[in-house]
Each structure stands twice: as structure tokens, then as C-alpha cells.
């Protein structure tokens, strides 16, 4: 059973959302919002808002950056999710072996990153 949302595709990659997203939405908008408290009540809440949106916003391009960076190397990626924890859950096929020694911790899409 599918409980993720779809919100788009980005370069082919299909988006979803887990709806307990929403729960850090709120903590992340809470935290901003009392943050503000300085700026006024609706004022300090459009902010908190704003910046939890910028920062998944940012999360999500992370992401989208190890997914591309996957699919450069020959890995498929089905799909990136955002869940609970901010973590992208980009499905994979068959890593292909290495073309070079040289690799970098952020090359795969794995779960975890920081
Ligand atoms: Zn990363």
C-alpha cells in the first residue's frame, strides 16, 4: 500500500512525501516561529514558515544532488522521499563496480546522510 504522496518529478525522478513530513514541518516551524517571537506574532509565524520551507526546500536539493550524481554513475534511482527524519530514501538498482579508486562519501544515494 502507497501512504507517500507524489509531488512531482524533478529530471525524471519522481518526488513523494511521507505525510508524517508534516510533523517536522511543524516542530521545524514552531522552532522558527519562537525564534522570531521579536518580530511579532503573524509576522514571526510567516517566517517560521518560510524558513522550514526553505530548509526542506534545501534538504530536497541535497538530495536531488545525490540522486543525479547516482544516475551519473550508472545507478538507478526510482525515487527520493521525504519522511519523518528529513532523510531521502532514493530506491536503487545494481551498483555498477567502480570505474576509478576514487570515490566520495556523498557519490551514493544512501540513507543517513547527514
Ligand atoms: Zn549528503
Known amino acids: 500500500m502507497q501512504t507517500n504522496w507524489r509531488i512531482g518529478s524533478i ?6 512525501l511521507d505525510p508524517l513530513w508534516f510533523v517536522i514541518l ?8 519562537l525564534s522570531y517571537q521579536a518580530m511579532g506574532g ?5 517566517a517560521g514558515v518560510v524558513m522550514a520551507l526553505l530548509l526542506f526546500g534545501s534538504v530536497l536539493l541535497h538530495e536531488l544532488g545525490h540522486s543525479l550524481v547516482a544516475r551519473s554513475q550508472g545507478i538507478k534511482v526510482n525515487s527520493i522521499t521525504l ?13 555498477p563496480a567502480p570505474a576509478s579508486k576514487k570515490s566520495s562519501p ?7 546522510c547527514p
Open 83 to 95: 519522511f519523518l527524519s528529513m532523510k531521502k530514501k532514493a530506491s536503487s538498482g545494481a551498483r
Open 11 to 16: 529530471f525524471g525522478i519522481p518526488l513523494f
Open 106 to 112: 556523498h557519490l551514493a544515494p544512501k540513507d543517513g
Open 42 to 46: 503573524v509576522v514571526a509565524w510567516s
Open 26 to 33: 511543524g516542530l521545524a516551524t514552531l522552532n522558527f516561529g
